[in-house]
């Protein structure tokens, strides 16, 4: 096993082909990561139902002014946050391709639909569009460009665009991160079944991407299998850039849900550099 990942080479001219996401719409992934986006234990999917409250008010609050809204929620998981949204009064829908989680959120009542936010299109006449948990940065620059535009043509006009982001020094430090392994010995993310996984993970600075890899060996198969993360890294000028070009305009930054927002930029130029995600707001561009 050591060996087979020290013949591996990684060229960053393939970071972004195929394989570059762990396979979540999967079945078997998309029951496992469903177990984990409903834990009431960590927030390592999803938050946990008092912090996802706390937020949707915050949206609500701030970004919506309290007014009934027309959102779309992109990347939308079980459907926890468009729950929320509509109990406050919002008419929400939502998009993910794993359907585990849609069959939750559907049975749950929530409005969202099976598919993938790359290739899918977006309903029309929305007020809000959100993208949390750093999904952004899962995709390529490429995918994230058509993201942004579809988002932008998916709103009315003066709507707005949500995005918790990644910031630039929290993805570079996942990079930079030791390997390590762990055990499961009940089963979890990757098998339900006994296995080990170790951990490699590399950062690209050409390119501002991290790679993470994952071999997993299960108890009784002398099989490795091979998944890959990789994450995109955007400084805070460049996430402007993204929106601007994307047909967005007033770019606000935000440290964190309910906090206040960030004026000044911090180590290397990152708003909020050592947090994990920052929220990024914008509107939609006036072109009369």
């Known amino acids: 096993m050591i060996q087979h990942i020290l013949d591996y080479i990684i060229d960053t001219k393939t970071l972004w082909d195929e394989g570059y996401k762990i396979p979540w719409n999967e079945p078997?992934?998309?029951?496992?990561?469903l177990e984990d986006h409903l834990s009431q234990e960590h927030d390592m999917a999803s938050r946990r139902d008092s912090v996802i409250t706390k937020?949707?008010?915050?949206?609500?609050?701030?970004?919506l002014k309290g007014k009934p809204s027309q959102i779309l929620d992109l990347g939308c998981g079980p459907g926890l946050y468009?729950?929320?949204?509509t109990a406050l009064?919002?008419?929400?829908?939502?998009?993910?391709?794993?359907?585990a989680s849609i069959q939750y959120a559907q049975k749950h009542g929530s409005n969202a639909s099976l598919g993938d936010i790359r290739t899918t299109e977006y309903p029309n006449n929305n007020d809000l569009v959100m993208l949390v948990t750093g999904e952004l940065n899962a995709f390529s620059p490429e995918e994230c460009k058509s993201i942004i535009k579809k988002a932008c043509e998916a709103l009315k006009p003066g709507g707005a665009l949500l995005i918790e982001a990644s910031t630039f020094g929290s993805v570079k430090a996942s990079g930079n991160d030791n390997a390590h392994w762990f055990g499961c010995k009940h089963g979890g993310l990757f098998s339900e079944k006994p296995y080990l996984c170790l951990i490699e993970n590399e950062w690209f600075d050409d390119v501002n991407t991290a790679r993470s890899d994952f071999w997993i060996l299960e108890d009784d198969s002398e099989k490795t299998a091979h998944y890959i993360s990789t994450t995109q890294a955007y400084s805070d000028e460049e996430y402007k850039t993204l929106l601007k070009d994307g047909g967005f305009a007033d770019v606000t930054f935000h440290s964190e849900y309910g906090d206040d927002i960030v004026e000044?930029?911090?180590v290397d130029g990152d708003y909020s550099s050592s947090s994990t995600y920052q929220v990024i707001t914008a509107e939609k561009k006036d072109l009369s």
Do not use: M, N
């Not at 949707?56 to 701030?62: K, S």
């Not at 009064?89 to 359907?99: A, L, Q, Y």
């Open 89 to 99: 009064g919002h008419t929400c829908t939502g998009i993910d391709f794993s359907p």
């Open 264 to 266: 000044e930029p911090g």
């Open 82 to 85: 468009i729950g929320k949204l």
């Open 28 to 33: 078997g992934f998309s029951k496992r990561i």
């Open 55 to 63: 937020q949707a008010q915050w949206i609500h609050d701030t970004i």
